[in-house]
Antibody, heavy 119, light 109 residues
Framework: EVQLVQSGAEVKKPGESLKISCTAS????????TGWVRQMPGKGLEYMGV????????RYNPSFEGQVTISAVRSISTAYLQWNSLKVSDTAIYYC????????????WGHGTLVTVSS | QSVLTQPPSVSAAPGQRVTISCSGS????????VSWYQQLPGTAPKLLIY???KRPSGIPDRFSGSKSGTSATLGITGLQTGDEADYYC??????????FGGGTTLTVL
């Protein structure tokens, strides 16, 4: 069974750094694109970017490039989403996703990590 | 403002059929396949339809998808109260980014 297990909820202050994780199991992690989707409170889904762990190819949504860093560690089948300086507007649920069906659909989703940024 | 346009809400009675539209452009839906996702209240989204009209294993055939030109449609027959959820269409655009619709809230009256 494919599983994406994300790290727990975080409460941070503006300007702080943060790295959240997504650990995959049940499939060959290196062979699938893994990505991140943001959902701000009461809003829709926004694609942030993906990484291919097999060769560390990373593709960002231009709207998020420079704002976050996506990475992965193959040996522990884990992908990461990182911020160097959080803003209040980063408050959202962040979903880890696996892309399948030719990399065109997000067939598996993590449970989501709630990040709250407040002074 | 989402790249893909969906109606904010739709409603129908139990047992009835409902459709949800998703409108885009040549650079996204026109050139790429469409997926549909269901997000039940308080849960993560789930893939319902991929490649315009295909259902992943475990998705009942009450759910169907179609695409024509720069628009796509999700159909749900035999509506159940458990189908109340937000539904999102998704595809890719010319910048190789995934794009989503703004979501449609389905109410089963």
């Amino acid at each position: 069974e494919v599983q994406l297990v994300q790290s727990g909820a975080e409460v941070k202050k503006p300007g702080e750094s943060l790295k959240i994780s997504c650990t995959a199991s049940g499939y060959r992690f290196n062979s699938y694109w893994t990505g991140w989707v943001r959902q701000m409170p009461g809003k829709g889904l926004e694609y942030m970017g993906v990484i291919y762990p097999g060769d560390s190819d990373i593709r960002y949504n231009p709207s998020f490039e420079g704002q976050v860093t996506i990475s992965a560690v193959r040996s522990i089948s884990t992908a990461y989403l990182q911020w160097n300086s959080l803003k209040v507007s980063d408050t959202a649920i962040y979903y880890c996703v696996r892309a399948d069906y030719g990399g065109k659909s997000f067939d598996s989703w993590g449970h989501g990590t709630l990040v709250t940024v407040s002074s | 403002q989402s790249v893909l346009t969906q109606p904010p809400s739709v409603s129908a009675a139990p047992g009835q059929r409902v459709t949800i539209s998703c409108s885009g452009s040549r650079s996204n839906i026109g050139d790429n396949s469409v997926s549909w996702y269901q997000q039940l209240p308080g849960t993560a989204p789930k893939l319902l339809i991929y490649d315009n009209d295909k259902r992943p294993s475990g998705i009942p055939d009450r759910f169907s998808g179609s695409k024509s030109g720069t628009s796509a449609t999700l159909g749900i027959t035999g509506l159940q109260t458990g189908d109340e959820a937000d539904y999102y269409c998704g595809t890719w655009d010319s910048s190789l980014s995934a794009v989503f619709g703004g979501g449609t809230t389905l109410t089963v009256l």
